[in-house]
């Protein structure tokens, strides 16, 4: 299974990107997807997560500016982030707890990260 990422560049203050990460290879389903980031010197934090189900979850340093959903028929998450700080630069990575098979354990993996910069 591997999680790709793309959307992310280069953008100034203020304006508007969204991130897409797609699951291929052997998926029999997707628990949880979540975006998570991690900027120069900074531990890794949660952004976003969503359920299978759709529910939502947000870290209070992004809530109101930025979007989680998902496709399912796709095995695809987004995140539609906008109002961009430049607190918000960091390499954003995409995490999904996949089962590859009815009998199979859910399994947590990471896609590769995409660089994400905001300029003031």
């Known amino acids: 299974v591997q999680l790709v990422e793309s959307g992310g560049g280069l953008v100034q203050a203020g304006g508007s990107l969204r991130l897409s990460c797609a699951a291929s290879?052997?998926?029999?389903?997707?628990?949880?997807m979540a975006w998570y980031r991690q900027a120069p010197g900074k531990q890794r934090e949660m952004v976003a997560d969503?359920?299978?189900?759709?529910?939502?979850n947000y870290a209070d340093s992004v809530k109101g500016r930025f979007t989680i959903s998902r496709d399912n028929a796709k095995n695809t998450v987004y995140l539609q982030m906008n109002s961009l700080k430049p607190e918000d630069t960091a390499v954003y990575y995409c995490?999904?707890?996949?089962?590859?098979?009815?009998?199979?354990?859910?399994?947590?993996?990471w896609g590769q990260g995409t660089q994400v910069t905001v300029s003031s």
């Open positions: 969503i359920t299978s189900g759709g529910s939502t």
């Open positions: 290879g052997r998926v029999f389903s997707i628990n949880a």
């Open positions: 995490n999904a707890g996949v089962r590859r098979s009815m009998l199979s354990p859910i399994v947590e993996y």
